[in-house]
């Protein structure tokens, strides 16, 4: 049937009959011929629907696929998450401020715009790494927006910046020392502030000074980041459920091997439980917050006073994570290494094992030992001649591991500890005493 009006009405309509279906629309035109048009178009549609062939749909612009679908995608996945999600977040925002992206369908984001994002980052003065960040964001959100059928051709491909700093600092014997003392100096510090308040001349007049909270709070979370190898937040969060049996059971984390059980120290759970109070319930470390705990912020003037007033070079506190993992890899076998850090593979925990000058020396100097048969003046013991060289390796390293005698074996960066594998399978079991002997002491 050719195009008609309806009784009463100006405006021309088409209906045909499509694969046994009627179809019958008001093309809102009062132009026969292009009613005409349109109903041509329409069966033209159908038919290429039959054949697969779809009309390409316009892509949408990064920041409409942003808002549309990927935050809210990120904010229902990673709810319980939030740091994943405030990296995420702040991602976005990075991307989508910025118009040579944010205003730009996703099909037409090309290797120049990208370029032209990360000239405008550099000269803002971010780093490779926080630009690097922004743009695993950028290649997550190209990636889905390919998979949910957003943009037809390939997406296109994001390089990550070279020059990438990593965390490689450990920290010395010394530097620890000195940290530590800073920290207890600090909280002497804020506690002779307020006896000299209370004897003040306010306090005469009847205005009380702000009793300081936790004035020991930074040398009481830095000694089990310090002995733990705890993830910052992982201790932000502890609660006193988590403190049991001599051990923290960490319940929360960046993987589901986050879960893990780590025997404390004798400070470090020393420390712990002179906080528990006589009926202790909820965070360990409570802190006047939006998440109700401690936060990264919290510690952040008093642990830059601490290494500023110890003179020594400026870290993180994740700092602490790596200097322990180091130091537990000179004496613990690789899979129980990697269970106490909350890894799933050895390639993550690879990242954490810096061997240090002293480290390397010992192993190059067991090495010589065992294949020219004398020590270069290093160690205090020689193998003895016609000896087998695993034996002399284990007279070498009695020392070093507090004379319990355990047969080591240097193949790579993480030194296993052969009694480990004659031990039951299970990592949670470790005693404390391992840790220990690896911990220097306040």
């Not at 549309?68 to 995420?88: G, I, N, Q």
């Not at 510090?189 to 308040?197: P, S, T």
């Not at 209370?198 to 306090?203: E, I, P, Q, V």
């Not at 602490?320 to 990697?338: G, I, K, N, Q, S």
Request: net charge positive; with cysteine.
């Amino acid at each position: 049937m050719a195009v008609y009006k309806q009784n009463g009405s100006n405006k021309w309509w088409y209906k045909f009959s499509w694969d046994g279906r009627a179809i019958c629309k008001s093309t809102k035109q009062t132009n026969k011929r292009v009613a005409e048009q349109m109903e041509s178009a329409h069966k033209a549609s159908l038919a290429k629907g039959e054949v697969g062939i779809r009309e390409k749909q316009p892509a949408p612009t990064l920041q409409e696929f942003a808002e549309r679908d990927f935050k809210p995608y990120v904010e229902s996945r990673f709810a319980s998450k939030p740091k994943t999600l405030e990296y995420y977040c702040y991602g976005i925002k990075n991307l989508t401020e910025y118009a040579g992206l944010g205003r730009v369908p996703l099909d037409a984001i090309t290797s120049d715009k990208i370029a032209a994002f990360v000239s405008k980052r550099r000269n803002s003065g971010l780093q490779v790494t926080s630009i690097n960040r922004q743009l695993e964001v950028l290649r997550r959100m190209l990636r889905l927006a390919q998979k949910w059928g957003k943009i037809q051709a390939t997406a296109t491909t994001v390089e990550m910046l070279s020059g990438e700093n990593h965390r490689e600092r450990v920290l010395s014997g010394n530097e620890q020392d000195l940290y530590l003392q800073a920290a207890v100096q600090i909280a002497k510090d804020i506690e002779d502030a307020y006896q000299r308040a209370l004897k003040g001349t306010r306090a005469a007049r009847g205005k009380e000074p702000i009793k300081p909270e936790d004035p020991y709070l930074l040398r009481d979370v830095t000694t089990i980041l310090l002995d733990c190898a705890l993830r910052p937040e992982e201790c932000f969060r502890l609660q006193w459920g988590d403190v049991r049996d001599g051990a923290l059971h960490v319940l929360f984390g960046k993987t589901a091997n986050a879960r893990r059980r780590i025997p404390l120290t004798k400070r470090a759970l020393a420390l712990i439980e002179m906080r528990r109070p006589s009926s202790a319930k909820g965070w360990v470390f409570p802190a006047p917050t939006q998440s109700g705990h401690i936060e990264k912020s919290t510690l952040k003037k008093q642990h830059k006073k601490a290494y500023t007033e110890a003179k020594i070079e400026p870290f993180t506190l994740y700092t602490f994570r790596h200097t322990c993992l180091t130091r537990w890899a000179e004496v613990m076998d690789p899979y129980t290494l990697a269970y106490l850090a909350g890894h799933a593979d050895f390639s993550t925990t690879k990242r954490y094992v810096h061997p240090q000058t002293e480290t390397v020396l010992a192993a190059l100097d067991r090495a010589r030992e065992v294949k020219g048969g004398h020590s270069f003046g290093h160690s205090r013991e020689k193998a003895a001649e016609g000896e087998d060289p695993s034996a002399a390796i284990t007279i070498n390293v009695m020392n070093a591991l507090d004379g319990r005698g355990e047969r080591i074996r240097t193949s790579g960066l993480l030194v296993p500890n052969q009694a480990l594998y004659q031990a039951e399978p299970r990592p949670e079991l470790i005693q404390y005493s391992r840790l220990q002997s690896v911990t220097r002491t306040l």
